[in-house]
């Protein structure tokens, strides 16, 4: 029913910068928070943040608080992730997460991207 398209992981030094793109698609798409979560290695998938389907509420966790911020065009149903500040703990594949507000709690997301991998070196 939605689609999800995660594009924008590559390699970057420590201290860059990257934003990723998640695409969607779907007949109630525009109806559903969407967020990011990302899982490294032997690691849990960790959420990292929500906004809500007009665009509003949006939040991150408070490790990447100041570093990461969560931006939606609802026009176009494409989901943002800007990350400045890079560090090699970040290095994760990245996906991209459709559900009910808010998100991170309850049944938790819907539907998931594919994942983009994000790789920061030292």
């Known amino acids: 029913q939605v689609q999800l398209e995660e594009s924008g992981g590559g390699l970057v030094q420590t201290g860059g910068s990257l934003r990723l793109s998640c695409a969607a698609s779907?007949?109630?798409?525009?109806?559903?928070?969407m967020g990011w979560y990302r899982q490294a290695p032997g690691k849990d998938r960790e959420f990292l943040g929500v906004?809500?389907?007009?665009?509003?509420?949006?939040h991150v966790v408070d490790s990447v608080k100041g570093r990461f911020t969560i931006d939606r065009d609802t026009a176009k149903n494409i989901l943002y992730l800007q990350m400045n500040d890079l560090k090699p703990e970040d290095t994760a594949v990245y996906y991209c997460?459709?559900?009910?507000?808010?998100?991170?709690?309850?049944?938790?997301?819907?539907?998931w991207g594919q994942g983009t991998q994000v790789t920061v070196s030292a």
């Open positions: 906004v809500g389907w007009r665009g509003s509420n949006s």
């Open positions: 997460a459709a559900g009910p507000w808010p998100l991170r709690t309850g049944w938790g997301p819907e539907y």
């Open positions: 779907g007949r109630f798409v525009g109806t559903y928070a």
